[in-house]
């Protein structure tokens, strides 16, 4: 079993049918450099392995898999989550952009 490192996310921006924009996570970005699906976390996570976010000086945070994007009227999946822990910092969604 390997440990994954993320230090960057990518996001896109969408507008709902409603009219609505926002952007959602659609892959992440190792350590090392390497750009990884939503759906290749995903599928790697279901094979035993595990991932984490890491920022400088703050805890690392698990990354797990999520049904859908959050926001409303948005079927975006499969997608990625981080528990919330004392600080935001880690959090999945809150990473630099790569
Ligand atoms: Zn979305």
Avoid at 2 to 7: G, M
Avoid at 16 to 25: A, F, S
Wanted: charged share 30%; proline share 5%.
């Amino acid at each position: 079993m390997s440990t994954y490192y993320v230090t960057k996310i990518r996001k896109q921006s969408v507008t709902n049918k409603d009219g609505n924009t926002h952007e959602h996570i659609i892959g992440v970005v190792t350590k090392t450099e390497a750009f990884y699906t939503n759906k290749e976390v995903v599928d790697s996570l279901d094979e035993g392995h595990e991932w984490y976010t890491e920022v400088k000086n703050e805890p690392k945070a698990k990354i797990k898999k999520r049904g859908h994007c959050p926001k409303s009227n948005c079927g975006h999946k499969p997608y990625l989550t981080t528990d919330p822990d004392h600080t935001t910092k880690n959090n999945l969604e809150n990473l630099p952009r790569g």
